[in-house]
DNA sequence: TTAGGGTTAG
């Protein structure tokens, strides 16, 4: 009979074990909670059954709760925890954003005199990267030497890691060579890192020397094509990897491979990878797909696609809701935001992504009363605590309408130190509304705070320039020209023909140059015809980085001005495209004053639809306006 | 009866 009862309870611990492993994979936090209060009363939860508690530890782990994974591991008397219990709540602290609670554990670990093993090395790499400082990783590296770990490839695998995050390429490499016995994942940590740091050339050396690749290391090799717009390669690769290799997009390559489309604006690639998902996935494609397809058409300025694929989505979570009002967000579609907002709470509860949306939505459409109001309310009526990314946007918001002194008021007012966008953001509002004097006060905080980034001592320096200090100004343009500065160089792309052509201000290095720069002469004729006078003046407070202009005559800076790279860009879509077939162009700076005045006018005068990315967000151009209407 | 758990690459 007792042996009967003793049977029967450790196949309930282990039917428990198998539903809490379940609970973990799904993140199904709430099931989770509800199977462990039925079964606290059982008695089955004891300090003998390991199996059983770290499968609890592990669920809440895995589903990001770490107070409660806190409260499961200190309710072990200390004599009970073993390795595992302690490497599971390392790896909590360190997926869940508190990297150094997860390394002072691993300490205490040590101190504790816990067995120490491979795993428990794993999650300290992983840990020490998402420190981002190599510091902590280069003292888990001696440690891991230290304790005899050198030939662990799992513990070799996850330094590795660690070093290409924390941009140590060189060193990842060196372990990489001297291990005896490497896995797959040895070969595509390598691979991912050659990839970051030495660019997609190198990788495909290394891709070519792999003994043999699982679908990670084709999704990295593909999606570092697709990043560098090599679109006819990516595709090369895509039927190598599927029709040759036999294998398969899973969800995780599929969002892998949208994400790299979505950042580097390939359509074409993110268009094919949603009718293969439309094609293999029988049922419904994943929410976590449909979320990243959603964020690749809005990001590749095809909104109306995104929305296509939002409202034909059975559910949707708190992400795929952000998804979409960060999209229309960027679109300046104020109003839609706030529009869906009203049905998005509704649905589901907004988190503090949505508002970051919400506040640049307003900011983005000058809905100032909204955007403060939702500031405003977002602890009282939400619940979240206001982050820096809130603070940039409302300070933003404030900025530009004007509100100088209430921006400036927030500043001060935050509960967590100001940064560099906060902070930069007013001072571009200081410029536009010509408040030297807070403006200057802003530049010394920031060069206070980073005196190695000359930026500021540029827009210092303009700003001076602008309010007619023109001895201040040029002795700051003295010291910078002694320093050597150079700045990030604004670059224009387009795809044509699939293929991505990239341009920078003046340059001639594009196979049709020369018909680029006669379309350019004809479309400056025609333009300045229709009305438009360039602006050389904006290049001061532009913050585009489309050449410099000090010392120059005025007819040399128009020509500078008129050889931007968002200039360029557009008369070689022109001229390679379709009449009447919109131009999407993406750059990676903001785009200047007057190359947005001039954008205007050649949508009305070539009646074509112009749509650019800049950095902040989208400028769409129709018959002589833009979608901004000039507020951004 | 014995082993099992926790981890790294997109």
């Not at 925890?81 to 040590?110: E, I, Q, R, S």
């Not at 397809?293 to 795929?320: E, H, Q, S």
């Not at 109003?335 to 509860?349: A, S, T």
């Amino acid at each position: 009979m007792i042996w009967q009862t003793e049977c029967t309870l450790s196949l309930l611990a282990r039917h428990y074990r198998t539903l809490f492993r379940t609970c973990a994979r799904y993140s199904a936090l709430d099931v989770g909670k509800k199977l462990h209060a039925s079964i606290v009363t059982t008695g089955l939860v004891t300090c003998q059954n390991t199996f059983l508690r770290n499968a609890i530890l592990h669920m809440y782990a895995a589903c990001g709760s770490v107070l409660y994974a806190r409260k499961v591991f200190d309710e072990i008397p200390l004599s009970y925890k073993d390795t595992v219990d302690w490497t599971t709540l390392m790896g909590c602290y360190a997926h869940g954003g508190f990297p150094l609670d997860g390394l002072n554990l691993f300490v205490h670990m040590k101190k504790s005199d816990v067995l120490i093993d491979e795993y428990t090395m794993v999650v300290v790499f992983l840990a020490s990267a998402k420190m981002g400082c190599e510091q902590f990783g280069v003292q888990g590296h001696g440690c891991m030497v230290k304790m005899g770990f050198s030939s662990s490839i799992k513990a070799c695998n996850a330094v590795m890691d660690m070093y290409v995050k924390c941009g140590l390429i060189d060193k990842t490499r060196r372990i990489f060579s001297e291990m005896g016995e490497k896995s797959i994942v040895s070969w595509t940590v390598v691979l991912g890192g050659v990839v970051k740091w030495e660019g997609f050339e190198n990788a495909r050396l290394l891709f070519d020397k792999m003994p043999e690749r699982n679908e990670v290391a084709w999704t990295v090799m593909i999606a570092a094509y697709i990043e560098n717009g090599l679109t006819k390669e990516a595709f090369g690769l895509l039927r190598e990897m599927l029709f040759e290799s036999g294998f398969e997009l899973n969800f995780v390559t599929l969002s892998s491979l949208l994400s790299a489309c979505a950042q580097s604006g390939n359509v074409l690639v993110g268009k094919w990878v949603h009718v293969y998902a439309l094609k293999m996935i029988e049922h419904e494609i994943d929410i976590v797909v449909a979320t990243t397809l959603i964020n690749m058409y809005a990001k590749c300025g095809r909104i109306d696609d995104a929305f296509r694929v939002f409202l034909v989505m059975p559910r949707r979570n708190v992400i795929t809701w952000n998804a979409m009002l960060s999209g229309l967000a960027m679109q300046g579609k104020g109003d839609m935001v706030l529009d869906l907002f009203g049905q998005m709470i509704r649905e589901v509860k907004p988190d503090d992504v949505t508002f970051t949306a919400i506040l640049s939505a307003c900011s983005h459409s000058g809905l100032v009363d909204q955007g403060r109001h939702f500031f405003y309310s977002l602890e009282s009526t939400y619940g979240i605590k206001p982050s820096i990314e809130h603070y940039s946007c409302v300070v933003d918001l404030l900025g530009r309408a004007g509100y100088l002194e209430e921006a400036e008021s927030i500043i001060r007012g935050m509960t967590i130190p100001p940064n560099e966008v906060v902070l930069g953001s007013l001072l571009g509002s200081c410029s536009v509304h010509k408040n030297l004097e807070l403006g200057e006060c802003l530049i010394k905080e920031l060069v206070q705070m980073y005196p190695d980034n000359t930026k500021y001592h540029v827009l210092l320096s303009n700003m001076y320039s602008l309010a007619g200090k023109n001895d201040k100004a040029n002795s700051i343009r003295v010291v910078l020209r002694s320093r050597g500065v150079r700045k990030v160089p604004g670059i224009s792309s387009i795809y044509v023909g699939g293929q991505i052509h990239c341009f920078s201000a003046g340059d001639k290095l594009h196979l049709q140059s020369q018909e680029i720069y006669m379309m350019l002469d004809e479309m400056i004729r025609k333009i300045r015809l229709a009305g438009y006078a360039p602006d050389t003046a904006c290049q001061k407070f532009s913050g585009s980085n489309d050449g410099d202009y000090y010392g120059y005559g005025q007819e040399e800076k128009e020509q500078a001005l008129f050889s931007h790279s968002e200039k360029l860009a557009v008369c070689f879509g022109l001229i390679s495209t379709q009449a009447g077939m919109p131009i999407y162009i993406f750059k990676n700076l903001r785009i200047c004053q007057d190359c947005h005045s001039a954008m205007k006018i050649v949508s009305k005068v070539y009646n074509r639809e112009i749509v650019i990315r800049d950095r902040n967000r989208f400028h769409r151009f129709k018959l002589g306006s833009c979608s901004c209407f000039d507020y951004w």
